[in-house]
Every structure is written in structure tokens, then in C-alpha cells.
């Protein structure tokens, strides 16, 4: 869907539908409300009063008028109390009053911001509106071929303006393009299944997003990792007839001289678990294991995209993780890239051995930061649910910034130890590492393991095991791929000091 701004004025606009939002508990109808209100007689006002509508958080009513506005219908959408207010319930409420449109198979709509919904934040306000818009309307139906006509799309939001927000308006919406597009972009490669979203095909997926300024890529295959060394994510990919591929994506967009950011992708674009294999439940669910390295692809491109003064750098180990005759076996030991060696107890804590790699990697850079994002552990789902990332680093004021973006994107984290005792589960008795201490307390002593690879710089961990793949849809997140990540991490890099 296109997003314009168009200057004019909402009760003169032609359209479908007019989007207008209101509060819950408020007697007096909001401005532009009561303009159009006043030119069809009132009818929008008695519904209201009549308490047909309540104004609750993302409450949709369509008012049929027929008076002097040119637009067919009015979709009003509830905000919930005004001193409740924030940007996620302003995505969620847009994500819903475009749903509703779409139901109506309704093409173009028009609506015009009130900016006393939040009056210290325009910018904000403006990009919660169209990212709700946006990445609610999403839908993902590139292996349909059957119904496709009943697939309902609207085509354009016009945002109804005066001369005075204009330009305002237009810079923010292009912002958000670039954001919900990118953040669109993951839920695709995430939702393409494993036989489509090969380690090669991932490759060609960042190779594409260098036709941007300042970025560049660089894939290592199999033959280039082994004369690296790099074992653990080789003996990972072991058992598998696709080639691994570790994608590195270089974006300077500040001073050369300046220390990047690095930002760490888990590629897994099959678990099946390897020898220590999965119960076949749910086991499709893994195609999303790649959901990490697709982030930071999106995290790239919006970056590059955005012209953020930073410099980025993306790594993302690409692998399967399969059963086969040349698989890693329980028992067997690596040495990884940065010579320390592995015990493999489980073949299915796959993830920390390619990201193990990949964070050795990154020491090339002398990172400012390194940022990870994986589906890491099944048990962070348990300890903190569907919608929330788990977060472990070494450092208080780079989780700060990251919990900073988290409150601001709704990408939400929270925090969980890192105390030294965790690394006891992991020591092995005849290498220096096991891959797995067991199911007590598995999201930390996974990031126990990661620990050990990113020596002093500063590093924070986000499990995205819950949020990266749902199985219940929220306002602007369909079912299945949701695309996290993009939004946090974007949201943290435009606030970094030292731009
Ligand atoms: N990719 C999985 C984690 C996962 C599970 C993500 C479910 C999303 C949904 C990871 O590779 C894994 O298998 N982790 C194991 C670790 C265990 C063997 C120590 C887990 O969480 O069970
Ligand atoms: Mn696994
Ligand atoms: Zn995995």
C-alpha cells in the first residue's frame, strides 16, 4: 500500500473511506470529527452518544453518512483514554481501521492527523500511524495460486493535511516506507520455506541489497570457512547437502575512522535438531530459524536506506542443521574459529556453534558494539512468553539504549541474568566448552556459551525464540513471521551516540 500526504482539507475530501480517531471518555467530538459531524447532521455524535461508540483502544466503527461530505463512509477508531496514550496502541489502532477497510474491499482511503493525541511528539505520532498501517496490512501469498481473487488489497492511504505539517508528514512517512518495508521484507524471507531459503538463496537475498549506496557484501563459502577454520559453524552444516554460506554486509555510513556496530544474525534456515533430532511437531516451525540473520539483512537495507550516519556491519552464518551419515554426532568435538574448542552434547544447540563463529568474526572490526539477534531457545519462550525478547549482554549502558529502543518500537525485551554461575553448566571435562547445560535455566547458560566468543567488547544477546514466529496473530503482526527485530534495532542505531 502507498502512503501520500495530500494538502487539503478531511470534511472537503473525496475517498471510500475517512479514517478519524477519537478518544474513549471524551464528550466533545475532536476537531476535524466535529467539522464533518457538523456537515451531516450531527448523526456522527448521536451514535456516539447513543454509546454505540465507546472509543475503546482500537475499536473500529464504520458511520455511513449522507450529507454534504464527499466521502462514502467514516471509520472511527478508538485510541482508549487520553492519558493512556503511546505509540503502540496508535500501530495497533491503525492496524485494525485498515483491516476493517480492507474487509470492506475498500481501495483508497484519506485520513488527517489530530496531533493532540500526542502534541510533544509529532514525528512519532506520524510513524506509529504508518507503520500500523503498513505492517498490519501485510499478507503473504506468494505459493497461493488458488482464491487469489479473493484477495483484498487497499491500494493507497492519503494523509489529509495544511500547509503547515506538510513537509513534516512527507519526511516521516518516507522514514517509516523504508522501515515497514524492510520490516516486510523479513516476514518474507522468514515465511519461505526451507527449500526456497536456502544458505545460497539467503546469499543472493543480501547480495540484492547492495544496488544501495555506501554497502557492500561479501559471502564466504564452504572452502574459504575450513581454510578459516571456522568448525563450529562447518561441523553444524555438516550434515547437510546445502552449502553454507557466511554473509557479511559492510555499511559505512559515517566516518571510516569511526568504530562499527556489528550486528550478528542466527541463519538457521533448517533445525531440524541434526542427530539430536526434533519431534516432528511443529518441526515446520523451523524454517523460521533463519529469523536473526533476516533481521539484520532488514536492519541493513532500512539503515542504508535511511542514510544513518553510522557504520554497520552485518554477519550472518548461514547454515542447515541436518541428520545425516556426515552429520556432527553427540560426543563429537570442534575447534572453533577462535581455537577454543566444543563439545557437542546435543546437536540441536546448533545456533550458539554458528554464532560462536560469527562473533569471533566480528573482533576483525573492533566493534564499538556487537548486537546478536537468534532464535536461540525454546526455553525463552517459556520463561517470557510469545511477544517478548529475551536480552543478556555484558554491558549496562548498551542494554540500556537497546531497552530504551525496545519501550519506544514495541519490540519489547527484558532482561535476564548473566551472573558467572551459569557458566558452570557448560564446562566440558575434556574440551573447553559443551554446546548444552541441560535444560536448567537454557537461555542463560546459551548466552553463558555466547559469552565466551566476544571477548571485552561490548555485547548484547536478544533471543527472539518467542516473537520472531506467532501462532496467534496481534493487530499490526499477522500469524507466522512477524519481522522483529528491524524495528528495535533501527529505532537504537538512530539514537546511538556518536553519529
Ligand atoms: N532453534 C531452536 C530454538 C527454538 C525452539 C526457537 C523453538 C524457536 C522455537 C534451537 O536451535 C534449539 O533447538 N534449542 C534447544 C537447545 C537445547 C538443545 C539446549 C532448545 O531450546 O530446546
Ligand atoms: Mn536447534
Ligand atoms: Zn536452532
Same mark, same amino acid.
Given at each position: 500500500?502507498? =502512503?501520500?500526504?495530500?494538502?487539503?482539507?478531511?470534511?472537503?475530501?473525496?475517498?471510500?473511506?475517512?479514517?478519524?480517531?477519537?478518544?474513549?471518555?471524551?464528550?466533545?467530538?475532536?476537531?476535524?470529527?466535529?467539522? =464533518?459531524?457538523?456537515?451531516?447532521?450531527?448523526?456522527?455524535?448521536?451514535? !456516539?452518544?447513543?454509546?454505540?461508540?465507546?472509543?475503546?483502544?482500537?475499536?473500529?466503527?464504520?458511520?455511513?453518512?449522507?450529507? *454534504?461530505?464527499?466521502?462514502?463512509?467514516?471509520?472511527?477508531?478508538? #485510541?482508549?483514554?487520553?492519558?493512556?496514550?503511546?505509540?503502540?496502541?496508535?500501530?495497533?489502532?491503525?492496524?485494525?481501521?485498515?483491516?476493517?477497510?480492507?474487509?470492506?474491499?475498500?481501495?483508497?482511503?484519506?485520513?488527517?492527523?489530530?496531533?493532540?493525541?500526542?502534541? +510533544?511528539?509529532?514525528? *512519532?505520532?506520524?510513524?506509529?500511524?504508518?507503520?500500523?498501517?503498513?505492517?498490519?496490512?501485510?499478507?503473504? +501469498?506468494?505459493?497461493?495460486?488458488?482464491?487469489?481473487?479473493?484477495?483484498?488489497?487497499?491500494?493507497?492511504?492519503?494523509?489529509?493535511?495544511?500547509?503547515?505539517?506538510?513537509?513534516?508528514?512527507?519526511?516521516?512517512?518516507?522514514?517509516?516506507? =523504508?522501515?515497514?518495508?524492510?520490516?516486510?521484507?523479513?516476514?518474507?524471507?522468514?515465511?519461505?520455506?526451507?527449500?526456497?531459503?536456502?544458505?545460497?538463496?539467503?546469499?543472493?537475498?543480501?547480495?540484492?541489497?547492495? %544496488?544501495?549506496?555506501?554497502?557492500?557484501?561479501?559471502?564466504?563459502?564452504?572452502?574459504?570457512?575450513?581454510?578459516?577454520?571456522?568448525?563450529?559453524? #562447518?561441523?553444524?552444516?555438516?550434515?547437510?547437502?546445502?552449502?553454507?554460506?557466511?554473509?557479511?554486509?559492510?555499511?559505512?555510513?559515517?566516518?571510516?575512522?569511526?568504530?562499527?556496530?556489528?550486528?550478528?544474525?542466527?541463519?538457521?534456515?533448517?533445525?531440524?535438531?541434526?542427530?539430536?533430532?526434533?519431534?516432528?511437531?511443529?518441526?515446520?516451525?523451523? $524454517?523460521?530459524?533463519?529469523?536473526?540473520?533476516?533481521?539484520?539483512?532488514?536492519?541493513?537495507?532500512?539503515?542504508?536506506?535511511?542514510?544513518?550516519?553510522?557504520?554497520?556491519?552485518?554477519?550472518?552464518?548461514?547454515?542447515?542443521?541436518?541428520?545425516?551419515?556426515?552429520?556432527?554426532?553427540?560426543?563429537? !568435538?570442534?575447534?572453533?574459529?577462535?581455537?577454543?574448542?566444543?563439545?557437542?552434547?546435543?546437536?540441536?544447540?546448533?545456533?550458539?556453534?554458528?554464532?560462536?563463529?560469527?562473533? %569471533?568474526?566480528?573482533?576483525?572490526?573492533?566493534?564499538?558494539?556487537?548486537?546478536?539477534?537468534?532464535?536461540?531457545?525454546?526455553?525463552?519462550?517459556?520463561?517470557?512468553?510469545?511477544?517478548?525478547?529475551?536480552?543478556?549482554?555484558?554491558?549496562?549502558?548498551?542494554?540500556?539504549?537497546?531497552?530504551?529502543?525496545?519501550?519506544?518500537?514495541?519490540?519489547?525485551?527484558?532482561?535476564?541474568? #548473566?551472573?558467572?554461575?551459569?557458566?558452570?553448566?557448560?564446562?566440558?571435562?575434556?574440551?573447553?566448552?559443551?554446546?548444552?547445560?541441560?535444560?536448567?535455566?537454557? %537461555?542463560?547458560?546459551?548466552?553463558?556459551?555466547?559469552?565466551?566468543?566476544?571477548?571485552?567488547?561490548?555485547?548484547?544477546?536478544?533471543?527472539?525464540?518467542?516473537?520472531?514466529?506467532?501462532?496467534?496473530? $496481534?493487530?499490526?503482526?499477522? *500469524?507466522?513471521?512477524?519481522?522483529?527485530?528491524?524495528?528495535?534495532?533501527?529505532?537504537?542505531?538512530?539514537?546511538?551516540?556518536?553519529?
Amino acid at each position: 500500500m502507498k =502512503i501520500n500526504v495530500k494538502k487539503g482539507a478531511i470534511d472537503k475530501t473525496a475517498a471510500d473511506a475517512i479514517i478519524l480517531t477519537m478518544f474513549q471518555e471524551e464528550k466533545e467530538l475532536p476537531a476535524d470529527v466535529a467539522a =464533518i459531524d457538523a456537515r451531516c447532521g450531527g448523526i456522527i455524535g448521536e451514535v !456516539i452518544k447513543n454509546g454505540d461508540i465507546s472509543g475503546k483502544p482500537s475499536q473500529v466503527s464504520v458511520v455511513y453518512i449522507k450529507g *454534504k461530505v464527499p466521502a462514502k463512509r467514516i471509520v472511527l477508531v478508538g #485510541l482508549g483514554k487520553r492519558n493512556e496514550i503511546n505509540p503502540e496502541k496508535i500501530r495497533e489502532a491503525f492496524a485494525r481501521a485498515m483491516q476493517s477497510l480492507r474487509n470492506l474491499n475498500v481501495k483508497e482511503a484519506a485520513t488527517v492527523i489530530d496531533f493532540s493525541i500526542m502534541p +510533544n511528539a509529532k514525528d *512519532k505520532l506520524i510513524q506509529a500511524i504508518a507503520e500500523g498501517a503498513s505492517l498490519g496490512l501485510y499478507q503473504y +501469498n506468494n505459493y497461493k495460486t488458488v482464491g487469489l481473487e479473493d484477495v483484498r488489497e487497499i491500494k493507497q492511504l492519503n494523509i489529509v493535511a495544511g500547509e503547515k505539517d506538510y513537509l513534516l508528514i512527507d519526511a516521516e512517512i518516507k522514514k517509516a516506507k =523504508i522501515i515497514t518495508d524492510a520490516v516486510c521484507m523479513v516476514r518474507d524471507l522468514v515465511s519461505s520455506p526451507a527449500n526456497d531459503m536456502t544458505p545460497s538463496i539467503m546469499a543472493i537475498n543480501a547480495m540484492e541489497i547492495t %544496488t544501495r549506496r555506501n554497502i557492500s557484501c561479501r559471502i564466504l563459502n564452504r572452502e574459504k570457512m575450513a581454510e578459516f577454520g571456522m568448525n563450529a559453524l #562447518l561441523g553444524v552444516a555438516a550434515g547437510s547437502c546445502e552449502e553454507p554460506k557466511f554473509i557479511i554486509l559492510e555499511y559505512w555510513g559515517g566516518k571510516k575512522s569511526v568504530a562499527p556496530i556489528v550486528l550478528v544474525g542466527k541463519g538457521l534456515t533448517f533445525d531440524s535438531g541434526g542427530i539430536s533430532i526434533k519431534p516432528a511437531e511443529k518441526m515446520d516451525e523451523m $524454517k523460521s530459524d533463519m529469523s536473526g540473520g533476516a533481521a539484520v539483512l532488514g536492519a541493513l537495507a532500512a539503515a542504508a536506506d535511511l542514510k544513518l550516519r553510522q557504520n554497520i556491519i552485518g554477519l550472518i552464518p548461514a547454515t542447515e542443521n541436518m541428520p545425516s551419515g556426515t552429520a556432527l554426532k553427540p560426543g563429537d !568435538i570442534v575447534k572453533s574459529y577462535s581455537g577454543k574448542t566444543i563439545e557437542i552434547v546435543n546437536t540441536d544447540a546448533e545456533g550458539r556453534l554458528i554464532l560462536a563463529d560469527a562473533l %569471533t568474526y566480528a573482533w576483525k572490526y573492533k566493534p564499538a558494539a556487537i548486537i546478536d539477534l537468534a532464535t536461540l531457545t525454546g526455553a525463552c519462550i517459556i520463561a517470557l512468553g510469545d511477544d517478548v525478547i529475551g536480552m543478556l549482554g555484558n554491558d549496562e549502558g548498551l542494554k540500556r539504549q537497546i531497552a530504551e529502543a525496545a519501550k519506544a518500537s514495541g519490540e519489547l525485551v527484558w532482561e535476564l541474568p #548473566l551472573w558467572e554461575m551459569y557458566s558452570e553448566p557448560i564446562k566440558s571435562d575434556i574440551a573447553d566448552y559443551k554446546n548444552s547445560g541441560g535444560r536448567a535455566g537454557s %537461555t542463560i547458560t546459551a548466552a553463558a556459551f555466547l559469552s565466551k566468543f566476544v571477548g571485552d567488547y561490548p555485547w548484547v544477546h536478544l533471543d527472539i525464540a518467542g516473537p520472531a514466529w506467532r501462532n496467534k496473530e $496481534k493487530p499490526y503482526i499477522p *500469524k507466522g513471521a512477524s519481522g522483529v527485530g528491524v524495528r528495535l534495532i533501527i529505532e537504537f542505531l538512530k539514537n546511538y551516540p556518536g553519529k
